[in-house]
């Protein structure tokens, strides 16, 4: 039971990981960024949720 429950979470966090980082890479495109500009953002967002993850997944209540 515990290893379906893991790899349930395992999914839905890769499911999660690629829809971002997807979506991430078209508005780079749209942008017309640059790909330094890119890598340079790219890492910034991954420090970003290795600090704070839930910032990624709830509203931020002073942008309502």
Known sequence: FFAAAHSVLVVGFLNFAVSFTLALF??????????I??????????RRFGTHPLDFVRVNPQST
């Open 26 to 35: 078209v508005a780079f495109r749209a942008r017309g960024v640059r790909p």
């Open 37 to 46: 500009d890119q890598l340079k953002l790219l890492a910034a967002v991954l």
